[in-house]
DNA sequence: TTGACAGCGTTCGCAAAGCGAACATTGTTG
DNA sequence: CAACAATGTTCGCTTTGCGAACGCTGTCAA
């Protein structure tokens, strides 16, 4: 009851439940109770009611002492989709430039000081990496994404975001300065794209580019590909493409209420 | 406390706030305080609470007396689908058949007397008509994927599912009679296939094939294409294609624990 | 073998969280 | 503009759910 008194408005209950739900993510597929309590940072009693509720809803599915999500969780997805009408008006527009540029095309937002993945176009010969979906989240510092997701944040936000994240050395090219990775962050504002190489896969080159609006929301696309023998050439014709996919997105107003 | 007393076990606000989550679809993007509170079944001041949290949370945003989804939602269903897997698994294997077939490929399963779509393959040339998308749900009765997962259910059970939902006539060509349906569903699981043509979209004709093995939860994959000229061989080249694709997901066992 | 221990899931008395009748506020109709 | 209808918000009473405490199970060292 110091400053920060709770709200009669809020249900504290609920919001710790969500936080159950919420700590399902790629590395821990399932958990047992005692790790979604240390996890959601609750006490485990608490987390058990979350997590049994969760059950009882069809969210959760309990086997043994391992509890993971089922395929409901999607639904809940689906009408965001939906609602936002993805399948008409994001989808095509990413798959047909795709195509086009014979390789995979991201688009994503920021969320939580990482980079979630909104859609995702699907072409044959994508270069299947890590497998990423919509609802993935990546890391902020070390892709391209990210780093034009951030440069389209007042500078000061950027950097504070930037703060809020850990940087670890996916390999050896990994920036770790903060203010190195914010003259890049810098420079993809200046330059209206961005580039990174190495940084979080070895090899990969990752392109992006912005999509909204400025002063909205953040919203970017991208792609990734193996590093090949023109590097120049391959980033010229992809961000092109890029940029073709972002402006077809904005003329269809496709991302403008996010 | 009659019969049914409240489970210790279980956190009653918790529940009551998913439900308010859960009531935003397709049909409503966007809801007032009121309409939540109609649609979940719960009392305003209940609504609005769990409304709040979800607001706080992330979840939801608030845009005058409009609610409506962040896309923070996908980050729940991205942990789904990253713990099965289906960025690696699944989505490849669908795109590269459909790639094949050349036609838009689809797996779905059971969710509340509904057909919840998993995953979509995506091609160009795909007659987009509704947009769906994963986490989309569409009608159980009339289309050939809902009938396939019926016929995966032991009979007794296909048909309480079948009771559960209403039948709206979509077309004109919708069966309105259980006892029909339930015919094409036994026929349906003599067979190993699905078709249906025009009760759900007039002039479009719907195929399906089971995934899952039999006795797990029914899985099942599924396309639809405007019926051709030649009817016959159309089905005989999509089931075979789609024949194929199912042999290749269960080979990966890429949704035995669904 | 056994005692000590660490980690897990589960219980229960008490504090506080949230339910919903009642109220305030805003839009709508005759 | 008065009467109404529908929405958003408050507050006292009751129910809910918090978390210390418990029992259980598997693990390690003496």
Excluded: W
């Amino acid at each position: 009851m110091t400053a920060a008194d709770q709200d009669r408005n809020i249900s504290s209950s609920f919001a710790k439940g969500l936080a159950v739900l919420a700590v399902f993510d790629a590395e821990t597929p399932s958990m047992t109770l005692a790790e979604i309590a240390r996890r959601s940072g609750q006490d485990r009693a608490t987390a058990r009611r979350g997590a049994l509720t969760l059950v009882q809803a069809g969210y959760l599915r309990q086997d043994g002492r391992m509890l993971s999500l089922t395929p409901r969780v999607l639904a809940l997805a689906g009408g965001f989709l939906q609602a936002n009408q993805f399948g008409r008006r994001v989808q095509p527009v990413l798959n047909r430039h795709a195509r086009q540029m014979q390789i995979e095309v991201t688009l994503a937002m920021l969320d939580q000081g990482r980079v979630l993945l909104l859609a995702q176009s699907t072409v044959e010969h994508g270069h299947v990496t890590y497998g990423f979906t919509a609802g993935s989240h990546i890391p902020l510092a070390h892709t391209s994404l990210g780093r034009m997701l951030l440069a389209g944040l007042p500078e000061e936000e950027a950097a504070a975001g930037l703060a809020e994240t850990d940087l670890p050395r996916h390999t050896e090219a990994s920036l770790t300065d903060p203010a190195a990775i914010l003259d890049r962050v810098g420079e993809a504002r200046a330059q209206g794209y961005c580039l990174t190489d190495s940084e979080f896969e070895a090899g990969i080159t990752g392109y992006a580019v912005p999509v909204s609006r400025p002063g909205q929301t953040p919203i970017v696309a991208g792609c990734s590909a193996p590093r090949g023998q023109q590097p120049e050439a391959d980033a010229e014709r992809l961000l092109r493409g890029l940029q073709l996919c972002a402006a077809e997105l904005r003329q269809a107003e496709a991302v403008d209420h996010l």
